[in-house]
């Protein structure tokens, strides 16, 4: 029997100033070369509609456990909008396995000449306790991504500060 998920209405919103043009913003979240100077990770990314949006945040971990594999690019507008899929840690292992995905919504609007607002919307979540628990580890990540990227030139990103991991490897609630 087939697990029916009810849908919710909740989305993380977060949004923040890059001093680079939209061109640029684009390019880093739309090219193999953009997302590995962000996330300093290898990746897989082909700008197509269910194409590849893969990032291997730890290359040590069997496949199918190092990051973001299986999501797919859903649509794009080139220099306005990038949707995909997306997956949740190892640690939310119901979530990350599942077949049903979240999907993230990426906005790029021209405030100036060199300031880009970059909008990430993550919706798609459904109810129940092990998505809400994946909600609030992406509500608090999400937070720490962009901050980074508003704070940092692209070239200076330190990706080890989007998630904090223990000793063991194992990723740690983010406060």
């Known amino acids: 029997m087939e697990e029916k998920l009810i ?11 890059m001093n680079h043009s939209v061109e640029h913003a684009w390019w880093l979240w739309t090219t193999e070369q953009g997302l590995r100077k962000v996330f300093g990770a290898n ?14 945040f730890d290359e040590t971990e069997p496949k199918g456990r190092q990051g973001s594999e299986g999501c ?5 507008l080139p220099g306005e909008m990038i949707s995909f899929t997306w997956n ?3 640690d ?11 999907w993230i919504v990426i906005q790029f609007e021209k405030v100036k000449s060199d300031y880009t607002a970059v909008t990430l919307t993550h919706t798609g979540w459904p109810e129940g306790e092990v998505w ?9 990540a999400w937070s720490r991504v962009l901050k980074q990227m508003e704070l940092a030139k692209a070239d ?16 740690i609630e983010i406060d």
């Open 43 to 56: 990746c897989k990314m082909e700008l197509r509609p269910f194409g590849p949006f893969e990032i291997y």
């Open 156 to 171: 200076s990103i330190n990706p080890s500060s989007f998630f904090i991991k223990g000793t063991d490897g194992s990723i």
């Open 72 to 76: 797919q690019i859903l649509s794009y």
């Open 132 to 140: 809400d628990r994946a909600y609030e580890y992406f509500d608090k």
């Open 92 to 102: 939310f292992e119901y979530v990350r396995n599942h077949a049903y995905k979240t």
């Open 7 to 17: 849908l919710s209405t909740r989305k993380i919103r977060k949004i923040c100033m």
């Open 88 to 90: 949740a840690p190892v």
